[in-house]
Structures are given as structure tokens and as C-alpha cells.
């Protein structure tokens, strides 16, 4: 890694999580809409890794850990929320799911 | 606790009360709303010998701590401005509940919870001395007369309900923004500290803070009284409300509007109450005339005493921004005279659509043959909100008349004009119902006054002879009050605002020289 | 570094091991020594006895500052500090989860659903709580929220078997995430500025920059967003309407109350730590989120016509005060936002509850309509939601006005003249909507419906929240001084 600069770390983050960001806006599919949730937070992964690297400390890496945890509990609990979603409805398009709006 | 907490505490017990007693038991409502009120006009009765004696003062003082950060008091008293105006709210209170005793017949026991709650907020207004319980008291005559309108209203009582209390709140928020704005200068809610600190020149507000402060005051004010072109409200509300809405909304809820210009926007903000005057008595003029034209095509007799409220309250208000000491008597007195006669005329309106069950001038005619009481009754209240001599509006309006023209004739010219026109629908509205043809409904259903109805209009009637030939029952204690309010207003418009403390002593002992001369 | 687990941390921590450990054990309880559905209420006097333990455990910390003059007590080397404001916060969670708990068994037998979870849900998501009003660390604070955060993803799509129920959990979760990643990666951006996850260290780094750094704009906006989804302040209140209307009344009470009151403690950790020196940049951002959510909240609950939606957006223009609060930033400002946000928690709390009541086997009770003629049918009901619409109107002697009070109180000391007269002037607007449901009330006829769902909890709780939400309008002294002793200084 001696030979790449911080910066790099920085603008892929940064250029990931802006495509999970676009990811969420565009796309109509739940699922793809929860991948790119994903996307953004290995977003936020990678430049705390890369951060902590730079620092030559823990914490950045502990953070990792716990956002990967949150990113799984959400998955899970996500997931079957889908799966009720998909049960009542037999679809998975957000634009077709909108008992909700007056 | 003295006399007059207790008459505030009363009636809010009286609705406790009220409110738990079982629904089943109407007359056991009725019975306890009339005790309570009627026991609080008696009570208030003795407030006012010792205000009599001295209006300038307040009396029966409270003065202790309600919430002490940020400092808000509960801090009563009355004095010779208050005083006819309690008494007004406690009077008609009684009334209400024998005008309503047959007329109101579904939810009884709320509507009188809300009577009495609606009372606590009017005697509140008028005895509060901190700005901030003043606020509280405002917005708490608010809710009840909501739901006087909102309830036991007419067809489109919903619409006018909800009318009048967006006005009404639209222009109090900004007060309260006005009256926060006045504590984090000074630090107290408090009318007499702050009036205090403004005498002694502690607290100075420049030209811009005067000018924004008192526009925050006026508007809302102004829409209470309500003046030209704020009134919009007014005649829907209470072509609406039931009839002890109606009374109490012209004769108790208008004058709070009026009673605050006196109270607190004349006294705190004087430099630009009179750089507004002008503009201001332009507006009254205008509601004068313009309501006086309104309600002569009103084919609606409530519509009609409606707008002719406006057209009277023009006169309150051109009496107060005339700064003059008659003016300002008359407009007082005023608003005494137009609770009266106008609370006399919509409780002999609702005597009449109880009969008729109808507000169409066309539906009546020749009543004077079937009632020839309740005609004769109403003839005196028409006399005397023409304001005929002898009868009470004819001194209100006459002070008020006397008052602008020592400031400008052309004033008093276009009010005179106002008169004229009252006389002319009045009138006209007195031909068209009780002469005429008789049409065979109400040959049917027209009866003469029961006696439950004789006693709520007796006190007013005799009121108005009263009020109308002896005035110095009422006017010493007023005039006392109004004197000092002058004289707060002339003294600080000499200095205007910035001026060095030094030169302030000597423009006050320059305008007590003058006073005395 | 000395010592791992001390005995302070331990101390700063009861709280949290209650709540978690009786969250747990509530889920374990329900199928393992209350099988039986008849024994379902003792979860809830379980749950009761959790909360017992949790305030017991605060109650001694608060004693334990009080008696040694402490302002604060940090633990595990800064992460957690219990100080005045942890506190005032902690006690409202309780508060409120005792109440929301005790008014849910009647709901969720009407609807059929488990009972287990749901109580270790709520333990759990005020666990989550506890973390975000007493995190002084940007893992602590992440943590908490995200707890937080996923039990309300399940309460809310509790009824797996409604269409409403688990859309609005949809919604919630997926635009929930979302505002988690915006949060997060502004975290990233902290922690490279300043190489620490600590918001004291954030702070001084930051302060140390220079005002307008790109780095720093990019993360204040990337958080700001963030936490402006989690209270749903405009422009990012899309999911509450939704999540409010589908979610199980009782959840969208402690949604509405719970929820809020931890996202704003947690904002005003981010804002008045690490960002406060860059004040200048978020303030205007956080002036247009308040004016809009004012806007956006109060006009479009006028057309409105079931209930919780209204109070949805009635939640939305109240936040839009509060960020009002912290925009002043003064001490008023801030004791305001306290004060403003339990008061908000309790008055919006009674109006949910009523809703609660109105929830019976053949009626949703969420239309403006199904209120029509309440003052007839259950005048008690009727009165205590006229309190709280006045309160949430704003008018006195309720408490709504107290807290709307000190709102522009402190932006008039601030010089916020205009802020202040809009905020006055969407009193007036909000009047008219929350007197639509007095109206119904009050004014229209009555239906023939059955009785009302009252059980001794509903009255009970209701009875607590009018109690609270009158008691501060007319004697505020006490309430206030709490408020004043959860300033962060």
C-alpha cells in the first residue's frame, strides 16, 4: 500500500458511495435499492480503514467492525421486512407499493 | 386572597362544576350557572365603591409569583377604566344564562361550563396586570366563545367559528411576540413595573422598536374591536352564534380590543400612537360610515346590529387617538353604551327569532300589534343606540364628538355623519319588523315577553335611562384614569425618545404646569 | 487506558445492562415461563419491573452528581457521560416507554399479534436510546442509533399481516438506512480530520480548521442530512407520514415521542460538540430545514384527513420549532429545546393515546371522522384530547405554550426577528388543522359505534400525559428547572 496515496482511498469511497447514492435514487427495484444502502456503507468502510491506516491507529478499523455489524443486523431485519412486503403483495417495485399515499 | 380573586376564582369553580354535574340533569346546569354568575355580579358590585372614590388608582391588588423564571406574575387589580368593563362581563353573564335558559336545549350542561369559562376569561382581561397572564387570559376567552359559535350556532357555524378564531389568534401571536420582545428588554412582564420604568426613562425605546411594537399591539387589538378593514369576522360570528354568543361577543369580547389600546398600547408605546393617530382615525372613520352604509342594506337583523357594531366602535376608537380628556371619556364610555344597547338589541333579536324562528327582516312585520312589550322595549334600545338624549349613547357619542373637534373639525363632521345614517337603518329596521302588515305566521307564533325574558332585559333598559341622564354614577372614576393616561402619553411624546435624561424632569413639570393652568 | 471495566463504567452503565438484559429476557420470558396467552400480562409488569431497575440505576447517578458537585461523570475512557442532560432525557425515555408499554396489551390482542417481542423491542429500542442521549463518541452515538434505528424497523411493520404496516416498515427501513449512510460517512470524514472517534477530540479538531474547509462542509452536510432525516425535519420527512399512518398506533406514539426525543439529544450532541465552531455554515442549512419543515408540516397537515397522518405532519412542523431552539443557541434556546421536546413528547403522546382507545375490533379509528361526536359518547376522552390540541395548537395554560414560548423567546434575545414572526405566524396555521379535530368532536353528531378500548392502563396513561401536559401550563416552575439543569455547560 506504500505506493498509493490517501487520496486514491479517499476518491474511490467517495466515488462508491455516490454511486450508491444515485443507486438509491434511481432505481426502482427494493432489492437494488438495499444493495446500494450496502454500497455506500463499504463506502464509509473503506475510507475509515483508509483513515486508520494513515493514523497508524485502532479505531477507524473498530468502527469498520461495527458498521459491518449494523450493516448485517440491517440486512437481516431488512430482508424479511422485504419478504412480508413481497408476501402481501407480490411485487417488488417500489413505485407499485403506495397504499400509503392519500 | 381579596374580593376580586375571588371573583375570578368563582365562576372558574362554577365551571368545574358545571362540567361534573350529570348530563342528564339540565335544569341543575342552568340552576348552578345562574347562582354562580348572578352571585359574581353581587360580589362585584362592591368593587366599585372604593374605585369609585379613587379611579386613578389600582385597587384590590394581588401581586404574587406564578412562574418565577422567566418572572411571571400573577398580578390583578382594577381601577377606574377596569372596573365598569367587570362589571359589564359579570352582568351580562346572568343575562346569558336566562336569555339561553329555553333557547339552548341540547348540551346545556357544557354550554354553560363554557359561559362561565368564557366569563373568567373576560374579568381576566380586564384586571390582569402582568402582560403575560394578560396573554393567557385573552387566549382563555378564546376557546369557550369557539365553541359557543362552533356548537350551538346557526347553519354555517362552523365556517364563522373557525373565522374568528384564526383572526383573532393571527393577530395575538404577533402580541405575543411583542410582549416577549418587552421582557427580554426589561426583564418583567409586569404593566406596572414596566409603565414604572418607562416614566422614570430605565427603559427608552427608540422610534423603529416604538413603531414595530405598537403595530404588534394594534393589529391585534384592531381586529378585536374590530376596525375597518379587519372586521370581516364580525359579521359572520354573529349572524352564527347563539344568542348569548352574540351578546357576549359584542358587548364583553369587542371592548377587550378597545380596553388594550387604552390600557397598553397608549400608555407604553405614546410616540407612536400618535405618529398613527392620524392614519388610525382615517380607518375609524371609515368603519363609522362604512358600517352604517353596510348595515342599512342588511336584510339580516343580526347582520345589521353587526355591522352597526362596527360603525359604533368606530366611534370608541376615533374617541381614544383623539388624546383629548373628552375623547377618550367618550370612548370609554362608549363601550359601556354599546355593551348595553347592543347586547340589548341582540337578546331582543334572539327574543324574536325564538318566536319566529327566522333573522329575515322580510319574514317579520306588524309585531308591535302581537307584542306591543317586546316592541315597546325594543323601541328604547333603538333610541338609544341612535344615540337619542337622554339615553346612554347619546353622551358617549357626544364626548367622542366634543373630543375630536378640539383636534380637528373635519373629524367630527364625518362622524356626525355616522350618526345620521344610525338613526336612518335603525329606524327603518324598527318600521319594517314592527309596523306594517301582519303576516299570519307571525300573528301565529309572535308572543309578548314572559317574564324569565322581562328580567334579562330590565337591568339593561334601565341601564340605558340610567347611564343616559345621570353619568356621574360612571364617569368620575374613568375620567380619573384617563387623565393619568394622558398625562403618561402627553409626557413622554414631549421628550419623543432619545432625549437626555436631564430634559425629562423638566418637560413633566412643563406639562403639570400646563395641566394645572 | 489502566483498567478495562471499572467500577465508573460499570456505574454509568446499570441503566443500559437493565434495559438489555430485561430486553432479552422479556423475549426469552414469553415463550419460556408464560406460555400461556392468558399470562401475558405479566410481561408487561416484567417490563414495568425493568424500568424499574433502569430509573433506579439513574436515580443513584443523579444522586451521585448532585451530592459530590459533579456536572458530569464520563466511563470506558470517554465514550459515555452521564451529565445533566443524559439524564433529563433518560428519565423521559422511561417515561414514555412505560407509558406507551402499559397501553399496548389491549392493541395488540385486537389485532392478533405476538406480545414478547413487542415488549423486548421497546426495552431494546430505549437501549438504543440511552446510547444516543449518553454517547460522547461517534461509535457510541452510531450504535445507539442504529439500534434505535432497527427496532422501529420491526415495531413498525409489527402487523406482518397488513398491507399498511409493513409498507410504512419499507419505507422506514429503506429511507432510514439510507440516512444512516449519509450519517456515517460524515463520520468517516470526522474521524479523518481529526483522527479520533471521540467528539471532544472531533471537536477540537475541527475548531482548529478553518471556517469554510471543504472537508468540513462536506462532512457538517453529509451529518446534518443525516440527522435532519432522523428527526424529519423537511426537506427529509418523506418516510414519517408513511411510517406514522402504517405503523401500530402505540408504535407510532413511542415513534413519534421516543424516537424524536433521542434523535434530538443526539443532535444536539453532534451540533453543540464537533460542530459547533462551524455555527456559521449550519446555521443557514438548519434555518431553511426549520422554516420548511414549518412550512411543509403545517400546510400540508391541513388537508388531512386521517389522524395520524395529521399528527405526522403536526410532528414535522413541531421539529421545525425545535431546530428554531438550537438555532437561537443561546441559554433559553437550549433549556427551550428541552423543555420543548418532553413537553412535544407528551402532548403528542395523549393524542396518540386516544387514538389507541378509539382502536376497537370493527374500527380503525384513525379518521377525522371516527372522533365525530366523541364529546357525547366519552366526554373524558373528548376533554383530555381538547388539552392536547391545545397544547400542540400552542395556547395557554397548556404546556405547548410554554415550549413554543421559550422558542421565541430565544430568538427574540438572539436577534431572530423574522424567524420569530414566522414562527408566530404558523401558530395560526396550526390552529386551524388541530381545531378540524376538535371540531369533530366536539361540534359534529355522533355516530353509533361501540364503546371505546378503554382498559386501566389507557387510563392510566392518558390520565399522565393530561396530568403532565396541563400541569406544565399552569405551574411550569418545577418542570422548568429540570429542563435548566440538562444544559450541556
Known sequence: MAGVPLAWYLILSAILFALGIAGFLFRRNLITMFMSIELMLNAVNLSFVAFSYKFGRVDGQIFTFFVMVVAAAEAAVGLAIILAVFRTRKTLAVDEIDSLKY | MNLLDLILLLPAAGFLAVLLLPRRNPGAARGVALAVSLAVFVLSLALAAPVWKDGSTMQFVTDADWIESPAIRYHVGVDGLGIWLVLLATLLTPVCVLVSWRHIDRRVKEFYAFLLLLEVGLIGVFVALDLFLFYVFWEVSLVPMYFLIGIWGHERRIYAAVKFFLYTMAGSVLMLACIIYLYNRTGTFDYTSLLAMINAGDLILSRPEQLLLFLGFFIAFAIKVPLFPLHTWLPDAHVEAPTAGSIMLASVMLKMGTYGLVRFALPMFPTAAREFAWWIVILAIIGIIYGALVAMVQPNMKKLVAYSSVSHLGFVVLGIFTFTQAGLDGAVYQMLNHGISTGALFLLVGYLYERRHSLEIADFGGVATAAPNLSTVFMITMLASIGLPMLNNFVGEFLVLVGSAQVDFRWTVFAAIGVILSACYMLWLYQRVFFGETPEKVREKVYDLRPREWAAAIPLVALMVWMGTVTKTFLPPVSARNAEILRQTTVNAEFLVEAPPGARGAAAEAVEVADAR | ?489
Open chain 3, 1 to 489: 487506558m489502566s483498567q478495562y471495566y471499572t467500577s465508573t463504567d460499570h456505574f454509568v452503565l446499570i441503566p443500559a445492562l437493565m434495559l438489555a438484559l430485561f430486553g432479552c429476557a422479556v423475549l426469552l420470558f414469553d415463550f419460556l415461563i408464560f406460555p400461556h396467552p392468558k399470562q401475558r400480562k405479566w410481561l408487561i409488569v416484567f417490563l414495568i419491573i425493568g424500568e424499574i431497575f433502569t430509573g433506579a440505576g439513574l436515580w443513584r447517578q443523579q444522586s451521585f452528581l448532585s451530592s459530590y458537585g459533579l456536572n458530569e461523570l464520563t466511563a470506558f475512557n470517554g465514550t459515555l457521560t452521564i451529565d445533566g442532560f443524559a439524564l433529563f432525557f433518560n428519565w423521559l425515555f422511561v417515561l414514555l416507554s412505560v407509558l406507551v408499554a402499559i397501553v399496548s396489551y389491549r392493541y395488540l390482542e385486537i389485532e392478533n399479534e405476538h406480545h414478547g417481542e413487542y415488549y423486548g423491542l421497546i426495552l431494546l429500542a430505549q437501549c438504543g436510546m440511552f446510547f444516543m442521549a449518553t454517547g460522547t463518541d461517534l461509535i457510541t452515538l452510531f450504535l445507539g442509533l442504529e439500534l434505535t434505528a432497527l427496532s422501529f424497523y420491526v415495531m413498525v411493520g409489527f402487523l406482518r399481516t397488513q398491507k399498511r404496516s409493513n409498507e410504512a416498515a419499507m419505507k422506514y427501513l429503506l429511507l432510514g438506512a439510507f440516512s444512516s449512510g449519509l450519517l456515517v460517512y460524515g463520520f468517516s470524514l470526522f474521524y479523518g480530520l481529526s483522527g479520533s472517534t471521540k467528539i471532544v477530540d472531533v471537536a477540537d479538531a475541527l475548531a482548529a480548521r478553518e471556517p469554510g474547509d471543504p472537508l468540513v462542509v462536506l462532512a457538517m452536510a453529509a451529518v446534518a442530512v443525516g440527522v435532519l432525516f432522523k428527526v424529519s425535519a423537511a426537506p427529509f420527512h418523506m418516510w414519517a407520514p408513511d411510517a406514522y399512518e402504517g405503523a401500530p398506533t402505540t408504535i407510532t406514539a413511542f415513534l413519534a415521542t421516543g424516537s424524536k426525543a433521542a434523535s434530538f439529544a443526539f443532535l444536539m450532541r453532534i451540533f453543540l460538540g464537533p460542530l459547533e465552531s462551524a455555527r456559521p455554515t449550519w446555521e443557514p442549512l438548519l434555518i431553511g430545514a426549520a422554516v420548511l419543515s414549518l412550512f411543509i408540516g403545517n400546510i400540508a397537515a391541513v388537508t388531512q384527513t386521517n389522524v395520524k397522518r395529521l399528527l405526522a405532519y403536526s410532528s414535522i412542523s413541531h421539529a421545525g420549532y425545535i431546530l428554531l431552539g438550537l438555532i437561537a443557541g443561546n441559554e433559553t434556546g437550549l433549556i427551550g429545546v428541552a423543555v420543548y421536546v418532553a413537553v412535544y413528547a407528551f402532548m403528542t403522546l395523549g393524542a396518540f393515546l386516544v387514538l389507541v382507545a378509539l382502536r376497537r375490533r370493527d374500527l380503525i379509528g384513525e379518521d377525522i371522522e371516527d372522533l365525530a361526536g366523541l364529546m357525547e359518547s366519552s366526554p373524558g376522552y373528548a376533554v383530555l384530547m381538547l388539552i392536547f390540541m391545545l397544547s400542540l395548537a400552542g395556547i395557554p395554560p397548556t404546556a405547548g405554550f410554554i415550549g413554543k414560548y421559550y422558542i421565541l423567546l430565544a430568538l427574540i434575545q438572539t436577534g431572530h426577528y423574522t424567524l420569530a414572526v414566522i414562527a408566530a405566524v404558523f401558530v395560526a396555521v396550526a390552529i386551524y388543522y388541530y381545531f378540524r379535530i376538535v371540531r369533530a368532536m366536539f361540534v359534529s353528531e355522533r355516530k353509533e359505534t361501540a364503546p371505546l378500548a378503554s382498559t386501566f392502563g389507557i387510563k392510566v396513561a392518558l390520565a399522565v400525559s393530561g396530568v403532565l401536559t396541563l400541569g406544565i401550563g399552569i405551574y411550569p416552575d418545577p418542570f422548568l428547572r429540570m429542563a435548566g439543569f440538562s444544559l450541556i455547560r
